[in-house]
Nanobody, 121 residues
Framework: QLQASGGGLVQAGDSLRLSCAASEGTFSSYTVGWFRQAPGKEREFVGAVRSSRTYYDDSVKGRFTISKDNAKNTVNLQMNSLKPEDTGLYYC??????????????????WGQGTQVTVSS
């Protein structure tokens, strides 16, 4: 199982660092994705790390960075220059999606419970 943490209430322009931890095993063989879901909307892709490469949605490119901490067995999402539209429940997922399907939540097998990020204007 996965556990996401680090969310909170911040102002526009602030930064947050989310962390995804695995209770069992390691992330070494998985693609780990970050997704977010706003009320009334579908879960949407934020970014992912697959092997040593990272992928991002255009809406967060240049502001968000995904990194792996192998010593702590975590995958982190550093979010800078936050905007009100970044508000949502952020989830991490782990699986083995094909590269062409890396944005699809259905391709991730394991999920955490989510952590809330609220950005005020």
């Amino acid at each position: 199982q996965l556990q996401a943490s680090g969310g909170g209430l911040v102002q526009a322009g602030d930064s947050l660092r989310l962390s995804c931890a695995a209770s069992e095993g390691t992330f070494s063989s998985y693609t780990v994705g970050w997704f977010r879901q706003a009320p009334g909307k579908e879960r949407e892709f934020v970014g992912a790390v697959r092997s040593s490469r990272t992928y991002y949605d255009d809406s967060v490119k240049g502001r968000f960075t995904i990194s792996k901490d192998n010593a702590k067995n975590t995958v982190n999402l550093q979010m800078n220059s936050l905007k009100p539209e970044d508000t949502g429940l952020y989830y991490c997922g782990a699986g083995w999606p094909m590269l062409s399907e890396i944005r699809s939540p259905s391709q991730y097998r394991h999920w955490g419970q989510g952590t809330q990020v609220t950005v005020s204007s």
